[in-house]
């Protein structure tokens, strides 16, 4: 079956440490999607792609960064990691229709 | 800044009750709207979506949409204690363009079926 899925499930990094969160998808959609969710703040976004080489800044994009090399993966790259950017992060993706499909999530905690 | 919001809860309704969760939304160039569904520790799963003003029904479920009043609003009929779980609304906030793919989400309503 087709699916979306995230790796590692459970991160723990050190502050300043260079991490990057894996998203791969099977469905062959153009749109992936990588957010943060926080308590109180609910789901942001953090950056989005429509395709291949292609990739866009959301609300929250300060600290991360994506590519994007083919259909199938959108990893996310925090630069240099932060307390603040502990958080659970989702990576979604759509196809043809307007619905957003989500992976199982990574619990990021930077110490 | 578009903005999508919802009562945070809890919600508390009996078993077989009818669950109200609203959502207000402040683009009025929306287009599509989302019901999540979220259990605790996991990912948001798709409930349903609406595009039309008025009410669609998908089993138990029914939401409702009513553009001129930017509300949106999901009924659960005959609650269950497994619908216990935060509900997200989201906001497609054009139909073309750049960034019109996206999604902005609600902060959820928590609801809770007591049994």
């Known amino acids: 079956d087709a699916e979306i899925t995230q790796s590692p499930r459970h991160k723990i990094t050190e502050t300043g440490r260079q991490v990057t969160l894996a998203c791969h998808q099977t469905w062959n959609h153009n749109n992936m999607f990588w957010y943060r969710q926080d308590l109180g703040h609910g789901l942001r976004l953090i950056h989005y792609?429509?395709?291949?080489?292609?990739?866009n800044k959301g609300e929250v994009s300060d600290g991360y960064s994506v590519s994007r090399s083919n259909t199938e993966d959108l990893p996310l790259t925090l630069e240099s990691a932060a307390s603040s950017q502990t958080s659970v992060y989702f990576c979604?993706?759509?196809?043809?229709?307007?619905?957003?499909?989500f992976g199982p999530g990574t619990r990021l905690t930077v110490l | 800044q578009k903005e999508v919001e919802q009562n945070s809860g809890p919600l508390s309704v009996p078993e077989g009750a009818i669950a109200s969760l609203n959502c207000t939304y402040s683009?009025?160039?929306?287009?599509?709207f989302f019901w999540y569904r979220q259990y605790s520790g996991k990912s948001p799963e798709l409930i349903m979506f609406i595009y039309s003003n008025g009410d669609k029904e998908d089993g138990r479920f029914t939401a409702q949409l009513n553009k001129a009043s930017q509300y949106v609003s999901l009924l659960i009929r005959d609650s269950q204690p497994s619908d216990s779980a935060t509900y997200l609304c989201?906001?497609?906030?054009?139909?073309?363009?750049?960034?019109?793919?996206?999604?902005?989400f609600g902060k959820g309503t928590k609801l809770s079926v007591i049994p």
């Open positions: 989201a906001v497609n906030p054009s139909a073309t363009g750049a960034g019109s793919y996206q999604l902005t």
């Open positions: 979604a993706s759509r196809g043809g229709g307007r619905t957003q499909y």
């Open positions: 792609s429509y395709g291949v080489q292609d990739t």
């Open positions: 683009d009025r160039g929306s287009q599509s």
